[in-house]
């Protein structure tokens, strides 16, 4: 009797879950539902990359009506994405950071610090590159365990770490390379990462590589929701993600294709060797953030830190974690830094370049507060402030006015951040 009556309990809880907002996740989502499901978390405060494209739409459409016959240019547009190289790949190490609602200051410096530690093993110590560049990436994850060890163990808050670093660092730097001195960088591997340009058959075969890869994780996944019954996306947003992605990557492969030369007689043709390190440095952390399970703690910790503790989390591992990926990949920024400037000098990295990365992470999206932001949304921020620095110094703007607009952008991102943070709170999400 009491299995039976069991039986029918468990039926009456199947059926109320059945008429409850659980069964939501069973029904057929239609492109208008998908629309509106969208809307209203923008509404809520779920903002997104959404800033980032209409500011990137903004600003091409700006300096294009500005400087029509140099922005969009083919020299311009090669030269625009290899700007953004060096702040993006320092951006998404910033991601990791910022998701736990912590600061790295001490990372643009860190990079340089790590560059002058690979000019100096490949011109004084005649090592070949891959030693200097593993030097160079290990001294960055030394710097990430220092910081980690220090915020995580001894509970020193991160800005008073990194600002100790920050000046720290550059004095290590400047030992390195002294006053005013310069380390020329001519190892040809370690110039072609942002000076040279990939065979164009490479380029195009890596370009389709990409777009079919990306169709058939979105194609696997909807087939996946649909054959369990779940909601998701319908095939129209499936396949228009698919066609703007295909549109991107290969209208851009199609423009670096050409010939960008200034005289005829010049061949200057491919993609830069930097892009698609760039794109597997994002496809790496999107996918670490998203689909693992140390992503999904880094989330939890960034959320609610006691409540992560509680569930078991290792709360001080992940800490740790996250600076040292972070300077990891502040030292192949500085890296390819070094390669596009052709040198390291001892304020590498101590300028502005910390402050366009932090920029172009909360630009894309990352909270300054903690819990929310994807790793590949850095790459729309990175383009963003690569388009603000390249169209001001085509419109023959002043540096004071450069960093003034520059400043003004991270102000009105972060401004964006906190509204659409309480919003969130507001409505409860």
């Not at 702040?87 to 910022?98: K, P």
């Not at 990079?111 to 590159?129: D, R």
């Not at 101590?350 to 994807?374: D, E, Q």
Request: net charge positive.
């Amino acid at each position: 009797m009491s299995i039976r009556t069991n039986k029918e309990a468990a039926v009456k809880v199947a059926a109320n879950l059945a008429d409850s907002g659980f069964a939501a996740d069973r029904r057929e989502q239609t492109l208008g539902t998908a629309l509106t499901d969208y809307w209203t978390r923008v509404r809520s405060g779920d903002l997104g990359s959404l800033p980032a494209i209409l500011g990137l739409v903004a600003l091409v459409t700006l300096f294009t009506v500005l400087r029509p016959e140099t922005f969009l240019s083919k020299g311009n547009i090669a030269n625009l994405f290899v700007q953004a190289l060096p702040v993006t790949i320092l951006a998404l190490g910033l991601v990791f950071v910022l998701l736990l609602g912590e600061i790295d200051l001490s990372a643009g410096v860190a990079s340089g610090v790590c560059a002058a530690v690979m000019a100096k093993l490949i011109v004084e110590a005649g090592q070949p590159w891959f030693v200097a560049v593993a030097a160079a990436l290990v001294t960055g994850l030394v710097i990430g365990t220092a910081i980690g060890a220090l915020v995580s163990l001894v509970r020193i808050p991160s800005f008073v770490v990194t600002l100790a670093l920050f000046l720290g660092l550059q004095g290590i730097t400047l030992r390195l390379i002294g006053d005013g001195g310069t380390v020329p960088v001519r190892d040809d591997v370690v110039v072609a990462l942002a000076n040279r340009n990939m065979p164009i058959w490479l380029g195009w075969v890596l370009a389709l590589v990409c777009v079919a890869g990306f169709a058939a994780v979105e194609l696997l996944r909807h087939q996946r929701q649909r054959k369990r019954g779940l909601a998701g996306r319908p095939f129209g947003v499936t396949a228009a993600r698919i066609t703007v992605l295909a549109v991107a990557v290969l209208g851009g492969t199609y423009l670096l294709s050409l010939n960008r030369a200034a005289t005829p007689s010049f061949d200057l043709r491919g993609v830069p060797w930097g892009v698609p390190l760039v794109a597997l440095l994002v496809v790496v952390c999107t996918f670490v953030l998203g689909r693992t399970v140390y992503g999904r703690h880094v989330y939890a910790v960034g959320g609610n830190a006691e409540a992560a503790r509680r569930a078991g989390i290792n709360v001080t591992w992940i800490r740790m974690s996250v600076f040292m990926i972070g300077s990891f990949l502040a030292a192949l920024s500085g890296i390819v830094l070094a390669s596009r400037l052709n040198s390291v000098t001892p304020d590498l990295g101590a300028n502005t370049t910390l402050l366009y990365a932090v920029g172009a992470a909360v630009i894309g999206g990352t909270s300054l507060f903690g819990g929310k932001g994807r790793a590949h949304d850095a790459l729309l921020g990175g383009l963003v402030i690569a388009t603000i620095d390249n169209g001001l110094g085509l419109l023959g703007a002043k540096a004071y006015a450069n960093m003034l607009i520059t400043g003004l952008v991270l102000l009105f991102a972060a401004s964006i951040d906190a509204l659409a943070r309480r919003r969130r709170a507001a409505t409860g999400r």
